[in-house]
Structure formats: structure tokens, C-alpha cells
């Protein structure tokens, strides 16, 4: 007889499934298997919002724990770079480390904008862990009124 079988069951299966088979090559991998972790496996760090005005882009990007001397932003045409190194747990044979939640070491993140953006007139700020950077649209990026004459 037809048995109606749990959808969510069985995609919980699958992940299972896939996360041994992946644990089988990297053992590594077994700390993706932890239910909450999922949602943050396909997340590129840091996380940014990014917002657009008429004469220029704001962007957030949440990153804590970091000293604003190991933290580096450049900017290309229209492309942002944001750079910098997290300092791990530091290493004591004596003490041992049940959690280790917090990524470490370098990270890259670069987002292509819509529009080249006025490189000279950028600026950057990092306050309690989120770092504020204020890129202003080239000139000729942004929009202008046209004056319509009658005749």
C-alpha cells in the first residue's frame, strides 16, 4: 500500500547521508553536522548590508573582535575589497578548548557595485564591530536633471 512519507524527514536524511560521506574524505567536515551551523554554511564573511542613495552607496559589515589596524579596505572602479586576519584561541598545552565557534585567521570579501565610485572621496570607519564605509558614485556615475527647453 502507498505510504505517505515525512518530507522534512526525509530531507534531514539526505543531509545526514551527505554530511558522512563528506566526514568519509574530511574529517574536519563533521562540525557542519550540528543543525544551527546549517544556515551559516553557504554565508561568504564578513556579512554586509549594502545600501544604495542617489549620490552614494553606504555599507555595513559586521565584524567584531577585530583591532582596526588589522583591517584593510580598498576600492577598484567599481569593485570594494575588505580584508583583514581574526587572532584565533591562543595555544596552551594546559587548557583545554571545548568551543571553538569563532572563525579565524584571513578573510577577503569584494563586491562588484552598479556604478564606479569616487575612490579619492571614500571613507571607512570601524566602531564596536561593525565597520561604516560611505563610497560616493563617481561623477559621471550619478544622475543628473536635464533641463528641456521649449521652442
Same mark, same amino acid.
Do not use: C
Given at each position: 500500500m502507498w505510504q505517505r512519507r515525512d518530507l522534512w524527514q526525509e530531507m534531514d536524511a539526505l543531509r545526514r547521508e551527505i554530511d558522512r560521506v563528506?566526514?568519509?574524505?574530511?574529517?574536519?567536515?563533521?562540525?557542519?553536522r550540528s543543525p544551527w551551523m546549517a544556515p551559516l554554511a553557504g554565508r561568504t564573511y564578513p556579512l554586509? =548590508?549594502?545600501?544604495?542613495? %542617489?549620490? &552614494?552607496?553606504?555599507?555595513?559589515?559586521?565584524?567584531?573582535? /577585530?583591532?582596526?589596524?588589522?583591517?584593510?579596505?580598498?576600492?577598484?572602479?567599481?569593485?570594494?575589497?575588505?580584508?583583514g586576519k581574526r587572532a584565533g584561541l591562543p595555544e596552551d598545552e =594546559?587548557?583545554?578548548?571545548? %568551543?571553538? &565557534?569563532?572563525?579565524?585567521?584571513?578573510?577577503?570579501?569584494? /563586491?562588484?557595485l552598479a556604478t564606479d565610485?569616487?575612490?579619492?572621496?571614500?571613507?571607512?570607519?570601524?566602531?564596536?564591530?561593525i565597520l561604516h564605509v560611505t563610497l560616493p558614485k563617481a561623477e559621471y556615475a550619478r544622475p543628473r536633471q536635464i533641463s528641456v527647453s521649449v521652442q
Open positions: 563528506f566526514s568519509d574524505f574530511w574529517p574536519g567536515m563533521r562540525a557542519w554586509v =548590508n549594502l545600501r544604495e542613495g %542617489r549620490d &552614494e552607496y553606504q555599507l555595513d559589515a559586521m565584524i567584531p573582535g /577585530l583591532d582596526k589596524d588589522d583591517l584593510e579596505v580598498t576600492t577598484s572602479g567599481r569593485t570594494l575589497t575588505i580584508s =594546559n587548557i583545554t578548548v571545548h %568551543r571553538n &565557534e569563532r572563525g579565524s585567521g584571513r578573510f577577503v570579501r569584494t /563586491l562588484e565610485i569616487d575612490e579619492r572621496n571614500v571613507k571607512a570607519e570601524y566602531k564596536n564591530g
